[in-house]
């Protein structure tokens, strides 16, 4: 069973939220915050495997509450769920350590499947951010600007890890990429965890920009 946190300072949201977990038979609700400090508390005592965690919120915010989050021994892997898809949130939250970023008009089959992919180690974004984010991301001078200086960084991975880091930016599990690539999923897990270590990313969905931005997938 999936634990998850839901953290929203609206009462309806936490409610819909709930009914929308509770709706799945591999998901259980752990408990539910209404503000960032109330999250990190209960995640410490309830050791949930994901939070679903708002942006906005009042003592302390959804972001501010994902940093602290991170700084828990086995901190939960954190899906930010908001209203608002300002490049800024998106950013901060990716940087915070966040796996996953939906808004909140996702339709419930997404909102299940980022919190399963989140627990599995994977990422997902909502497809309207990833648009914005690889648009604004694969921006700029070629030579000088943001695809060189991802090319530079990449060159650190092996061959295998390039290949592994492309399946990762086009959305693959692990368990798709060892399908594709014929590894087993400890392998692959192994080989997601050098990609991270050696290009200094927090989580996937960093790798994946970075793999945009060196057009790996051109």
């Given at each position: 069973?999936?634990?998850?946190?839901?953290?929203d300072?609206?009462?309806?949201?936490?409610?819909?939220?709930?009914?929308?977990?509770?709706?799945?038979?591999d998901?259980?609700?752990?408990?539910?915050?209404?503000?960032?400090?109330?999250?990190?508390?209960?995640?410490?005592?309830?050791?949930?495997?994901?939070?679903?965690?708002?942006?906005?919120?009042p003592?302390v915010?959804?972001?501010?509450?994902a940093?602290?989050?991170?700084?828990?021994?086995?901190?939960?892997?954190?899906?930010?769920?908001?209203?608002?898809?300002?490049?800024?949130?998106?950013d901060t939250?990716?940087?915070?350590?966040?796996?996953?970023?939906?808004?909140?008009?996702?339709?419930?089959?997404?909102?299940?499947?980022?919190?399963?992919?989140?627990?599995?180690?994977?990422?997902?974004?909502?497809?309207?951010?990833?648009?914005?984010?690889?648009?604004?991301?694969?921006?700029?001078?070629?030579?000088?600007g943001?695809?060189?200086?991802?090319?530079?960084?990449?060159?650190?991975?092996?061959?295998?890890?390039?290949?592994?880091?492309?399946?990762?930016?086009?959305?693959?599990?692990?368990?798709?990429?060892?399908?594709?690539?014929?590894?087993?999923?400890?392998t692959?897990?192994?080989?997601?965890?050098?990609?991270?270590?050696?290009?200094?990313?927090?989580?996937r969905?960093?790798?994946?920009?970075?793999a945009h931005?060196?057009?790996?997938?051109d």
């Amino acid at each position: 069973m999936i634990r998850v946190l839901i953290v929203d300072d609206e009462w309806m949201v936490r409610s819909m939220l709930r009914t929308i977990m509770e709706s799945a038979d591999d998901v259980i609700v752990a408990g539910e915050a209404a503000d960032g400090a109330e999250a990190v508390s209960l995640a410490r005592s309830t050791r949930p495997d994901v939070v679903l965690l708002d942006i906005r919120m009042p003592r302390v915010d959804g972001l501010d509450a994902a940093r602290r989050l991170q700084g828990l021994t086995d901190p939960p892997k954190v899906v930010v769920l908001t209203t608002f898809d300002l490049d800024e949130y998106v950013d901060t939250a990716l940087h915070a350590g966040a796996v996953g970023f939906l808004l909140k008009d996702a339709t419930a089959n997404d909102m299940l499947a980022a919190v399963r992919s989140a627990a599995r180690g994977d990422a997902m974004l909502s497809p309207k951010v990833t648009r914005r984010l690889l648009t604004r991301f694969t921006a700029g001078d070629p030579v000088t600007g943001p695809r060189a200086d991802a090319e530079r960084r990449l060159e650190v991975l092996t061959a295998k890890e390039r290949e592994v880091l492309v399946a990762v930016a086009r959305g693959l599990s692990n368990t798709g990429i060892a399908a594709e690539l014929y590894l087993s999923e400890a392998t692959v897990k192994t080989h997601v965890s050098r990609i991270l270590a050696k290009l200094g990313c927090v989580n996937r969905v960093q790798a994946a920009l970075l793999a945009h931005r060196a057009a790996l997938l051109d």
